[in-house]
């Protein structure tokens, strides 16, 4: 079972405690919740990398070498 140190400032003195069942559900709903925001924080940074290449792509296209569309893009 998963466990907790608790450690008193003023002794010193560190205890090793069970968490609780409620503490357990606490920490498996932040895990899922922590990962939801990742895959989405990950979704859209890998959306603006799509979009950016897409105008590279676009812009050599039309006929702008790599070291143009670079200036534009700083």
Known sequence: MPTKLIV???TGITTEVELTAEEI???E???AEYA???A???AAKAAVQAAKESANAK???LGLTAEEIAALTK
């Open 8 to 10: 008193d400032c003023s």
């Open 40 to 42: 989405q924080e990950d």
């Open 59 to 61: 812009l050599a296209a």
């Open 36 to 38: 939801v925001q990742k």
């Open 25 to 27: 559900a606490e920490r």
């Open 29 to 31: 709903a932040m895990a």
